[in-house]
């Protein structure tokens, strides 16, 4: 059983930039979120996918936009970087809510690096 | 205001004894609670949850955490502990109706077990 996986492990960009980030959840699941995770830090709430729509989003800028397909991927997309968007970005895949399945299940992430 | 806090940045331990990380939040309601592991350069690996019921959970490798509502905390414990379980352990909350899968982390407490 494929957990969750994402694309690419690391990658470089330069400030101003847009970067594309993809996530596959893990079998079964429907729910994707996504966490940025700054050196240090514990991991911060972007947004959550479910039905191909944005549910929740945390406190980020409209910079960090998503969307979600119908075979439940998703894209994390961020225009205009910033040197403090460098960090480990987590996606993470969860049943819907009211299913009794409650825990997220974390991909490797992806790191992140503007210079 | 909703949080968790992990007051302790470092917990050190020789293996083989009893291994304590502590974890306490601050909401309105009931909360939905979570451990977290994190190796070096990987994602988050769940651990257990407390959702309701019995206050103490058993989860993954050996780990339990007691949830203890009048102390609002969830600390995560282990009889014994082994040197594979250095690591860095993060509590997170999400809370019920329309917030749920919003996880909010704790800042994280690194593990150290010595031989």
């Known amino acids: 059983d494929a957990g969750v996986t994402q694309s690419p492990t690391h990658l470089i960009k330069t400030r101003g930039q847009q970067v594309t980030l993809r996530c596959s959840p893990k079998?079964?699941?429907?729910?994707v979120s996504w966490y940025q995770q700054a050196l240090g830090q514990g991991p911060q709430f972007i947004f959550q996918?479910?039905?191909?729509?944005?549910?929740q989003r945390g406190n980020f800028p409209d910079r960090f936009s998503g969307h979600q397909f119908p075979n439940y991927s998703s894209e994390l997309n961020v225009n205009a970087l910033l040197l403090g968007d460098s960090a480990l970005y987590l996606c993470?895949?969860?049943?819907?809510?009211?299913?009794?399945?409650?825990?997220?299940?974390f991909g490797p992430g992806t790191r992140l690096t503007v210079t | 205001a909703q949080s968790v806090a992990q007051p302790e940045d470092q917990v050190n331990v020789a293996e083989g004894n009893p291994l304590t990380v502590k974890c306490t939040y601050s909401v309105s309601g009931n909360p939905y609670l979570f451990w977290y592991v994190q190796y070096p350069n990987r994602g988050l690996q769940f651990l257990l949850k407390?959702?309701?019921?019995?206050?103490l959970v058993k989860g993954s490798y050996g780990f339990e955490a007691e949830f203890n509502k009048s102390q609002t905390s969830f600390h995560l414990k282990k009889p014994s502990a082994l040197v594979s379980d250095s690591a860095l352990y993060f509590c997170?909350?999400?809370?019920?109706?329309?917030?749920?899968?919003?996880?909010?982390f704790g800042a994280g407490t690194q593990v150290v077990v010595t031989p």
């Open positions: 079998s079964g699941h429907d729910t």
């Open positions: 407390y959702i309701t019921g019995d206050n």
């Open positions: 997170a909350v999400s809370f019920r109706t329309d917030s749920w899968g919003k996880l909010q």
């Open positions: 996918y479910y039905e191909e729509e944005e549910r």
């Open positions: 993470a895949s969860s049943q819907a809510a009211g299913t009794g399945s409650y825990e997220q299940y």
